[in-house]
């Protein structure tokens, strides 16, 4: 199996006998960490490729993005030597519409679409998000965190100095999601799978199942026992790995 080291900061490595590869974007404060124990349940000739966002992991130092469009932009550019042979596109949470754009985006460029758009937790585009959290006080803003998502441990929000330095990206990336405003347009050509947890307050059904609007191909619909972070379930790994077969 051979590796190069690409020329973009937004991945690591690229595997040159790669069938297809699985560029996967994280949710909220996440990184590529969030999906480094899925490369060893994916089928041998597909590659995960994480893509690696600035404010976290090895671009800590980078400014991270709040704006949408500008995100997305640079997404195009960075991607392009991951983008020689098929793809699919997987997103959690934020990811999703991350993902989503990402795909029209490259449509735009005359990039074929992805084989497939995983979305997961995270409602379609159209919705807008719940009561903006990201310009409250920082205590505020974190109990708000707690309150939606209840992902952070409580002996990582006690030591103040380590949530000091993921207070400014998860902060931006409110930001992101809150300034968002999705402009409708033909739909995209890439089947849909969307996952949800039935225990996330922050989804219903409905606004999970809204997606097959923005693709002119199949789409399914997948409900989890889970609140909103299921990354890590044996579940939904071998879910994804069986349709990238």
Not at 145 to 160: D, F, G, K, T, W
Not at 210 to 218: C, K, M
Request: net charge positive; with cysteine.
């Amino acid at each position: 199996m051979r590796r190069a080291t690409p020329k973009t900061p937004w991945l690591h490595t690229l595997r040159a006998d790669a069938r297809l590869r699985l560029l996967c974007l994280p949710f909220a404060g996440g990184g590529a960490a969030a999906f480094a124990s899925w490369a060893r349940q994916l089928p041998a000739d597909v590659e995960l490729c994480p893509v690696l966002l600035p404010g976290r992991e090895v671009r800590m130092s980078e400014r991270p993005y709040q704006d949408m469009a500008a995100l997305v932009a640079a997404l195009v550019e960075g991607l392009q030597e991951a983008l020689d042979r098929p793809y699919s596109l997987l997103g959690y949470s934020l990811g999703a519409t991350v993902a989503y754009e990402l795909v029209r985006a490259l449509r735009r460029r005359g990039h074929p679409p992805p084989r497939r758009l995983f979305v997961i937790s995270r409602h379609a585009p159209r919705f807008l998000e719940a009561a903006p959290i990201a310009e409250l006080p920082r205590d505020a803003f974190l109990a708000a965190l707690q309150e939606r998502y209840n992902a952070i441990p409580p002996q990582v929000l006690a030591e103040r100095a380590l949530m000091d330095l993921f207070v400014p990206t998860l902060r931006a990336d409110f930001a992101l999601l809150e300034r968002y405003r999705h402009e409708p347009g033909s739909p995209i050509e890439a089947p849909i799978s969307a996952w949800f947890g039935r225990r996330d307050v922050t989804l219903t059904r409905a606004r999970v199942a809204a997606w097959s609007e923005v693709t002119g191909a199949d789409f399914e619909l997948i409900e989890h026992d889970a609140s909103h972070f299921f990354h890590q379930d044996p579940r939904l790994i071998r879910a994804v790995a069986d349709r990238l077969r």
